[in-house]
């Protein structure tokens, strides 16, 4: 059962334990909210929150939660007191949560004022709430068995338990008539509600075997990219080292044969400045020696 446009519920979070900001607290727990009576709801800078308190009427419901806590979860019931309205601490330079981008004549955030109705009898433990969604879907935990699969199948459905960290957040009428009977019957206060926990510590567990062998695929993989780039590197290097290698400790006569040749070494080793200037060097001492070689010739004849 979806929200209606006449009645529709919200679930809106603050932190009940102090944090400083700039210098100032933060901290609004459910008995602030009790003695103020009725809050602005400033200091919202997501968008998609800020949307939806843009959508909010007066008279609309919503869920007080404690977030940023030991033990998060449901703590108060309210109604939202007056419809969206510029935040005019985002232009305050002192506020915590001060924006330079947003000013008086271009608004950038809102925010509403929620009035306080009353205290949840029980308190509802986002950790409860969570046991309850990671059942199967044809259980309902024993200690709230008053819910039935309906309402445990709203409790499931809550972007409190599917998308969580949002600071305002939608809540269908089946899942704020289950939170409603989870506030007034409790039930759960001796309970373990930590399953869910134990589980997660417990998959890694069972997929331990597979991660390893993921890892060490992972590993064996790399080593052997590993060496095959080391042997790339090693072949294609060797071919630059050996002409500049051979250019050194070697007889004239094998400096003359490797010359023969020695017009495609500066292709090969181009990056190598001093082997592009080899060949001119090597003609030129070639046409000397052969014109020496010819006087003696000549001379030995006469």
């Not at 007066?58 to 935040?87: M, R, T, W």
Request: contains cysteine; glycine residues 8%.
């Amino acid at each position: 059962m979806s929200s209606t446009a006449s009645n529709r519920y919200w679930l809106l979070k603050a932190e009940p334990d102090s944090r400083i900001v700039k210098g100032k607290d933060v901290k609004f727990s459910v008995d602030d909210f009790e003695h103020v009576r009725i809050s602005p709801w400033e200091g919202v800078r997501n968008y998609e929150a800020r949307n939806l308190m843009k959508e909010m009427k007066e008279g609309d419901q919503a869920l007080f939660y404690h977030s940023n806590c030991k033990n998060p979860g449901i703590a108060a019931f309210a109604q939202v007191a007056k419809e969206a309205y510029p935040d005019y601490t985002a232009w305050d330079p002192s506020h915590p949560y001060y924006d330079p981008k947003s000013d008086e004549k271009n608004p950038r955030w809102f925010m509403v004022d929620l009035a306080f109705k009353s205290k949840a009898p029980h308190f509802v433990p986002l950790s409860l709430l969570r046991k309850i969604a990671d059942a199967p879907a044809s259980q309902v935990p024993d200690e709230v068995s008053y819910l039935g699969e309906e309402g445990a199948k709203a409790i499931k459905g809550m972007d409190l338990v599917t998308r969580g960290r949002l600071s305002v957040q939608r809540v269908e009428e089946n899942a704020w008539l289950a939170i409603t009977q989870l506030a007034e019957k409790g039930g759960w206060e001796e309970s373990n509600l930590k399953p869910t926990k134990k589980g997660k510590e417990k998959k890694p567990a069972g997929d331990a075997a597979p991660v390893k062998s993921k890892k060490s695929a992972k590993r064996k993989t790399k080593d052997e990219a590993s060496d095959d780039e080391g042997e790339g590197e090693g072949a294609g290097s060797e071919p630059e080292a050996q002409p500049i290698e051979s250019r050194s400790g070697v007889s004239a006569s094998t400096k003359r044969q490797k010359r023969e040749g020695a017009g495609k070494e500066p292709t090969a080793c181009s990056a190598h400045g001093k082997l592009d200037a080899e060949p001119e060097s090597a003609t030129l001492h070639t046409a000397r020696n052969g014109k020496l070689l010819a006087a003696i010739a000549k001379i030995s004849s006469g």
